[in-house]
């Protein structure tokens, strides 16, 4: 044991201290890495889409009682546009809840409720609404490329539309009458009329998203 | 009753590792071999108290304890037995448990193969750096992943079975403890790094008598991640085997550095150089094992693979920081007293490739590492999500892997010291036609590309260099020309290159194609027609399953099947997958998220897959030639004059014997 | 010794000469890539939404055929790579595979390279340094060192330090 550490003085003196100044490199840049690692939040950002202020992508489409549904003819009134399927358990917890929100507001005529299918057959939404009500226009045949456009990940999915044609909400999961409320108050109350109208200029200059769903929708048929 | 007697065993094995470091610390410090002698009764206990919990965790799955957490939630009265066995490592508790136990085992092997020298400072204090390591694992099982946490099932409970994808193929039962074997395996010759660090014993020994060690866990870790790609090639249904996704990453990065280590160690036994590289080394892989554990569990990165999400992240990240401070602070405070006085002659010679080798594996490490986690550090930085995926890693990878072809051509024909130039011409002659053959073969039957074209020249190059090898080798010592290190490494480089050529050819020429179907349309894939015969469904106590029917070129029926869970309504394909030498059908049949629509079929019909699986197997057979020891031989051994004798079958007998002698030195 | 060495030479010259030819071919007589390597190739760029870890190309949640399909449909209207995977990335921001060239996500290109240059330049530093140091004087204590090397394997090996080994090879 006593010699090599004999040549290793020797060696050490004739060189310098490479080993040191590495691994005090390496030690800084991993402690940073460490510290980085314990301090990531993980998991992605809920309710977030980049849709939010923007123009709504196109829905459009024949619904299921035979007539045509166009979401840039509802403005004027505020939209929810609710993604769903039959075979998608928490859609149909939810349903319950849409019913609430939209008979709510069918006297005042204030919101629409729209259903866009996905991955589903029209017979088993004619028979679920059949079943169990909701009066508002279904997309059902054909649809399911919408869902891409507006950024769908998993259902349900619901976007509140304002009434100048702008995304302002996205709810993700079931969404309930209370939250549907409490939302759609908020958007009121955030930007009264004033805003309104900054958005709308906007929104119909802002011709990139809009130009994009109607090429895609060109293509889609 | 399983939990207290899994608990007992898990608190044994606490104690026995805190116990064991705590006598080997006395002992090295006070200079007293008894207490140092105690370390393989502490070793012992630890193994035993890994197979207890182990045991008891196994007994309380086949029971169906439902009192046990870990089986409330992974068990099922419906699991099929393996399955039910394997559920001990797909849950994220019970993973910790497999890995004390093949930690127990390794220790236990090392305190026995080291019994006579267990008052040597080296052993003890590897030893003692295996007790720590054990004591943190069992300390996880203490704290925060508790595998047996008491539950109050209602009455008539029925747990939902493990996670579905790993519920459908065998190979799940058996990926995971290879993986392990590996990746725990690590642990041995890193114990002997800190040994060696801490003692300050410059030279070889250390290194010498864990060589089969790391060769071993080097072995399990390549035949785990082969066994993980064709898990996934067989179960995924998309007719990949490396989608670069974290978990595999987190296989990927200790096995790049301990593969440079492999190599490099050759170096320094030969020459006596790179010392405190190769410590460098084998620290990193055994903390990126660490890392990548910390990286499946914690939930930092998402993966398809990864373990729920839990409390454990915090101990691994500190153990790994642990692990990095303590290894770096050992490499600053003795590394430059342990740099060895040799130098490389040349750039071209064998310690030359070897370094070159070494740069390239590194490099590979850093990109998959910065791959990896560099999503995490845009969000640190400014707060944006981003992805990185398989396009970045392939840009990245796809011209160091043709590097390392050309290296694994050139290196072994290389002498040591020095080689002239008119030498590796000679050599490298025969090898460069085969490659340039390969080359325009591949350009002939239509491949395009530069990398692809490129990769299969390279390969042939690399291929012939190591055939030309084990020519010469067998040629000179018959048989014994195919063990030893020198030369089963060969063998495991024609592994390589099998690897190497499947992975060019499936990723070139991979066509598929998806179509929804009704019963009686058909539509066709690079040339094969598949026309859906049937869809029947079954309905099983556990799943309901639909079968396709596909009927390939009018002659043999593939049936894909994908079951649907009743517990939770999960959806997993087990693809129908027709392997010839030279390219599968794979078929996958998927409801998508639409159980009542018309199936979706998909092909993927690939190249040269069976090349892949055929590679890892030669790989694993070239490690265990590479384990027995080769010709040379110090001609004090005894053994060295007996091997003459020609007997029908003297290769155990004289295999054993040297192989002790050498590691007993 | 000259004729052979003519040989070899003529020899590693053609096989350069069939070599470059072939890469030449095999590189620059591809085909255009077809519609369906298209699809195939830029669903491998999109991670899928809904389920982590795999790209759009490799899953089969439903999003993730809603999205192939959208591909298809662009692919065949002559959409280029570029818009296509920029519509997508509109819609579901954060998912393309491949980060960008700019900003923050560039460095994930930039570090690999600039390790590269790094490591080639304290390569060709170490060969530089190493060198000289082929005639390294032998003093007192080197003498000493592979002496007692030499006495302990004579003495068979059997010693308990194994810190000696490296002298023997």
């Known amino acids: ?221 | 009753m399983n939990a207290a007697i899994g608990s007992a065993g898990v608190a044994l094995g606490l104690l026995a590792s805190v116990f064991g470091v705590i006598t080997l610390a006395v002992g090295i410090r006070s200079h007293k071999p008894l207490l140092l002698r105690r370390a393989g009764t502490y070793a012992a206990l630890i193994l035993v108290a890994g197979l207890i919990a182990a045991a008891a965790m196994e007994r309380a799955l086949i029971t169906r304890d439902f009192t046990v957490r870990l089986v409330f939630e992974n068990g099922s009265s419906l699991t099929p037995p393996l399955f039910n066995f394997a559920s001990l490592w797909s849950a994220l508790e019970g993973s910790i448990i497999l890995w004390a136990v093949i930690l127990g085992g390794y220790i236990a092997l090392v305190a026995w193969k080291f019994r006579r020298r267990l008052d040597d400072p080296l052993v003890a204090w590897a030893l003692l750096t295996m007790f720590v390591v054990a004591a943190f694992f069992f300390a996880l099982m203490v704290g925060p992943a508790d595998p047996f946490v008491s539950v109050n099932p209602p009455v008539g409970y029925d747990g939902p079975g493990p996670n579905k994808l790993l519920q459908n193929h065998p190979l799940m039962a058996f990926h995971p403890p290879m993986l392990y074997l590996g990746y725990v395996g690590f642990t041995v010759p890193f114990a002997f790094a800190i040994a060696a660090l801490v003692t300050g014993r410059v030279g070889e020994g250390w290194l010498v008598e864990t060589r089969r060690w790391t060769l071993f866990a080097w072995g399990f870790l390549t035949l785990g991640i082969a066994l993980g790609a064709w898990w996934a090639y067989e179960v995924l249904g998309w007719g990949g085997y490396w989608g670069w996704d974290p978990v595999e990453n987190a296989s990927l990065l200790p096995w790049l550095t301990g593969t440079a280590y492999l190599h490099s160690v050759m170096v320094q036994e030969r020459r006596g150089m790179l010392r405190v590289w190769n410590l460098a080394l084998l620290c990193a892989t055994f903390s990126l094992t660490i890392l990548g554990t910390f990286l499946t569990r914690s939930g930092v990165v998402e993966s398809v693979h990864a373990f729920s999400e839990s409390s454990i992240g915090a101990w691994l990240l500190a153990f790994f920081g642990a692990i990095v401070v303590v290894t770096v602070g050992l490499i600053g405070w003795r590394g430059d007293r342990l740099r060895s006085p040799g130098s490389i002659d040349s750039p071209v010679s064998r310690e030359g490739a070897f370094l070159a080798n070494n740069i390239l594996f590194g490099a590979f490490a850093f990109v998959v590492l910065l791959g990896t986690v560099f999503p995490l550090v845009v969000e640190a930085l400014n707060d944006d999500q981003i992805s990185v995926g398989s396009p970045f890693f392939e840009r990245m990878t796809v011209p160091l892997g043709l590097a390392l072809l050309t290296m694994m051509a050139i290196a072994p024909v290389l002498p040591w010291r020095k080689a002239s130039m008119e030498t590796l011409g000679q050599r490298l002659q025969w090898p460069a036609w085969f490659g340039a053959a390969a080359l325009v073969g591949s350009v002939a039957i239509g491949e395009r590309g530069l990398g692809t074209v490129a990769g299969y020249g390279l390969a042939g190059f690399a291929a012939g260099a190591a055939i030309r090898q084990v020519a010469l080798a067998t040629r000179r010592q018959g048989w014994r020309g195919l063990v030893g290190r020198t030369n089963g490494g060969m063998i495991v480089h024609l592994g390589v290159i099998l690897i190497a050529v499947g992975i060019i050819a499936s990723h070139a020429n991979v066509v598929s194609r998806e179509q929804r179907l009704e019963p009686g349309e058909s539509f066709t894939v690079a040339g094969h027609e598949l026309a859906l015969v049937s869809v029947e469904r079954t309905d099983t106590a556990r799943t309901i399953r639909t079968t396709a029917a596909v009927r390939v070129d009018g002659g043999q029926i593939y049936e894909p099947q994908v079951n649907t869970y009743r517990v939770d309504g999960m959806t997993i394909p087990t693809p129908s997958v027709r392997t010839t030498w030279s390219h599968d059908i794979a078929l996958t049949v998927s409801l998508g998220d639409w159980p009542d629509g018309p199936v979706q079929i998909r092909a993927v019909v690939q190249p040269l897959m069976s090349w892949l699986w055929t590679g890892a197997l030669l790989m694993g057979l070239g490690t265990v030639l590479a384990a027995f020891p080769g010709r040379r031989r110090r001609p004090t051994d005894p053994v060295s004059g007996a091997i003459g004798v020609a007997e029908p079958e003297p290769e155990r007998d004289p295999d054993a014997e040297p192989e002790r002698a050498e590691v007993r030195t | 010794m000259s004729p052979r060495r003519r040989q070899l030479a003529l020899s590693w010259a053609a096989v350069a000469v069939v070599v470059v030819a072939a890469l030449a071919v095999g590189t620059f007589a591809a085909d255009d890539p077809t519609p369906a390597e298209r699809v195939r190739s830029l669903s491998s760029q999109f991670a899928c939404p809904k389920c982590v870890g795999q790209s759009v190309q490799e899953s089969d949640a439903g999003i993730a055929v809603e999205i192939r399909a959208e591909i298809v449909r662009r692919v065949q209207v002559g959409q280029g790579d570029g818009e296509i995977l920029g519509f997508l990335e509109s819609k579901y921001p954060g998912n393309l595979l491949t980060p960008s060239a700019s900003g923050t996500a560039s460095l994930v290109w930039a570090l690999p390279v600039a390790g590269a240059v790094l490591a080639l330049a304290g390569l060709a530093y170490a060969f530089v340094r190493w060198r000289p140091r082929d005639d390294v004087e032998v003093d007192a204590a080197d003498r000493d060192l592979v002496d007692d090397a030499l006495r302990s394997r004579r003495t068979g090996g059997a010693t308990s330090d194994p810190g000696n080994r490296g002298a023997r090879s």
Do not use: Y
């Open chain 1, 1 to 221: 044991m006593t010699e090599p550490t004999v040549s290793d003085d020797v060696v050490e003196s004739r060189r310098p201290r490479m080993a040191l100044i590495a691994s005090s490199v390496v030690g800084v840049v991993m402690v940073a890495f460490i510290a980085m690692l314990a301090l990531s939040d993980s998991g992605p950002d809920d309710g977030a889409s980049p849709l939010l202020g923007n123009a709504a992508p196109v829905v459009v489409g024949a619904t299921l009682d035979g007539g045509t549904f166009d979401l840039d003819d509802e403005r004027g009134r505020w939209v929810l546009v609710n993604f769903f399927a039959t075979w998608c358990a928490p859609c149909r917890v939810e349903h319950p809840e849409l019913i609430a929100f939209h008979g709510a507001h069918a006297e005042a005529g204030d919101v629409e409720v729209v259903s866009v299918a996905f991955q589903n057959d029209v017979e088993d939404i004619s028979t679920f609404f059949a079943e169990n009500g909701g009066e508002w226009p279904v997309l059902a045949e054909d649809v399911s490329a919408f869902a891409v456009s507006w950024g769908v990940v998993a259902l349900p999915e619901s976007f509140l539309v304002s009434p100048q044609g702008i995304v302002v909400h996205k709810f993700i999961g079931g969404v309930t009458l209370a939250d549907l409320e409490s939302i759609l108050a908020q958007a009121r109350g955030l930007p009264p009329d004033p805003v309104e109208s900054d958005l709308e200029p906007a929104g119909a200059e802002s011709e990139e998203p809009a130009g994009d769903e109607v090429e895609h929708l060109g293509m889609g048929s």
